[in-house]
C-alpha cells in the first residue's frame, strides 16, 4: 500500500526508534528521523530498499531544538502527521545517592521532551484535524523500577501526560497513543551507565548490582525493537487505536494486570525480589 503520511521520530539513531523509521520507511511512509548525532538538518537516504527518509539533529532536551527541527519538517514536508516519540536515556543508581543532575538528565529528556515535541507538533495537527502522537512510555512507568527511580519517575509522568493530553485534543481529531513495552534489546543496556553519585562503601552495593545485572539480562533476552516497530505500524495504519498498548515477554507484562488485585506491598515485595532485592 503506497503511504504519503510524514512521520517524525525521535531518538530515531537507535533502539525502538531506528526500528520504527526503517520499518515505516521501507513501507513508503516519509519517515524523519531525529537524534542528537544525526547532522543538523542534512539529508541522509536510507538504502534502496526504504521509503524516503532523512535524519535530523534534534536534541529534545532543548527548546529551540526541538522548535527549529519541527520547523524545519513541515518546511520541507508541509506538515506531520505522525510523531513517535521514543528518545529515552537511563542511568542506574539508589535514589538516595544519584545526582540530580543525572536525574533532571532523565526528566528533561523522557518527560518533558516528550511534552516539548508534542507541543511543537500540535498546532499543525489542529488545524489540520488529524494527527497521531504515539508515546513511548514503558512498564517501568506503570510499576516503579528498583535502582532506576528518577527513570520510572520520568515514565510514570509520560502516563499522566499522555492521558491529559488526550482529553485535550481529541475534540481536534488528535489521537494520543502509549505504548508500554516490557524489555527490549536496543542499545540501551550498553548506554545506561551506573551513576556518578554512588559512595565508596554504599549499603546499596549488592541490590543495585543484581538489579543491574537482572535489567541488562531482561533487556538482552527481550523482545527485538522490531516486534516493537511492528506494532507502531499496526498503530499508524489503524483507524482507531487504543490508548494504551502494553507490551513485550508475558512475564512482565502479566505483571500489569497482577498489580491491580495484589495488596502493594505485597507486589512490591515480589517485584524487587524479580531484580534480586533482598
Ligand atoms: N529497551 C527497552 O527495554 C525499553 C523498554 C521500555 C521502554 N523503552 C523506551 O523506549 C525508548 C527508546 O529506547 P531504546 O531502548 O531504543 O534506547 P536506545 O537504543 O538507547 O535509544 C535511545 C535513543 O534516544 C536518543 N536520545 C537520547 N537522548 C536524546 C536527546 N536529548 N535528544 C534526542 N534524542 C535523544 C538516542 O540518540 P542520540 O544519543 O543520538 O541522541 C537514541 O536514538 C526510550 O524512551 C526508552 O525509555 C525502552
Redesign the pocket.
Known sequence: MTESRVVLV?????????ACSLRLAAHGFRVFG?????PRFQDMKQGSAGGPSVQLF????DDRSVNESVSWVLKEAGRIDVLI??????VGGSAEEMLVDEIRDQI???LL?TMRTCRAVLPGMRARKSGLLIN?????GLMGVPFQSA?SAS?FGVEGYSESLQMEVSGFGVRVVVI??????????A?RKETKGTLKGTPYRLNLDAAMRSQASS?LH?WE?DRIAGLVEKIVRSRRPRFRYTT?PFIERVAVPVRRILPDRLFLGILARFYGVR
Not at 531525529?34 to 544525526?38: E, V
Not at 508500554?180 to 540501551?188: A, R, S
Open positions: 525521535t531518538g530515531a539513531s537507535s533502539g525502538i526508534g531506528k531525529a537524534s542528537r548525532s544525526a534534534m536534541d529534545v532536551r516519540n521514543c528518545a529515552g536515556v537511563t528533561e529528556t523522557n521532551g513511548i512510555g514503558s512498564l517501568a527513570y515514565k508500554d513495552p516490557g524489555d527490549v534489546h536496543t542499545e540501551i543496556t548506554h533487556e527481550g525493537a513485550g
